[in-house]
């Protein structure tokens, strides 16, 4: 989860708030760090202040949208007349906060939005690797990567974890079923495949002795 908010003490409050929670919390404190951060691993939703100095809110929803992310995004304000919750929702936002708000209903929005995301289309981002859950097609750069339905399964398993090892056995158990039905040297040969089709085989990083990392 992506928490996004100028304000330190609110930042910091929402935190606490959504670890309490269970949640795994990374925070951004205006509009263009956000949009990094969302590049660099697509968080499972967004809670998104709306009134920010440079790249407010809605410019960061709209600029998601663009992109084609479905990621679930929660708008956080101030304002409670209805041409502004009109406005957000324009924007992309999948739903709306008014300030001040319980924590309990924040929390509960937020479940019902993440029970949403399960019914609909899901998208996966890494820098500038888009992978569609539903249609199993992957993209870099808006370049289609033509992927086997392999290729597809072990992208889609490093993209749920960026930048965290992913080991050989456990691939191997989640893409082709277990050593039953393949060995560990098929997870090396796939890599080699996406590495390929990536353009860059640094991208996906090998990890001496244990497995493999998207992103290092």
Known sequence: ??????????????????????????????????????????????????????????????????????????????????????????????????????????????RALLRRGMAVDEVLAFEDVVFDVRSREGRRAGRALGLSPREADLLELLMRSPRRVVSREYALDKVWGGPASASLNVVDRYVSYLRRKLGEPQLISTVRGVGFALGG
């Open 1 to 110: 989860m992506l928490v996004v908010d100028d304000d330190a003490p609110i930042r910091r409050m929402l935190e606490r708030t959504l670890r309490a929670e269970g949640y795994d919390v990374r925070v951004a404190a205006d509009g263009g760090e956000a949009l990094v951060s969302i590049e660099r691993s697509a968080p499972d939703v967004v809670v998104l202040d709306v009134s920010m100095p440079g790249l407010d809110g809605l410019a960061v929803c709209r600029r998601l949208r663009a992109k084609g992310l479905k990621l679930p995004v929660l708008l956080l304000t101030a304002r409670d007349a209805v041409g502004d919750r009109v406005q957000g929702l324009d924007a992309g936002a999948d739903d709306y906060l008014v300030k001040p708000f319980a924590p309990e209903e924040l929390a509960a929005r937020l």
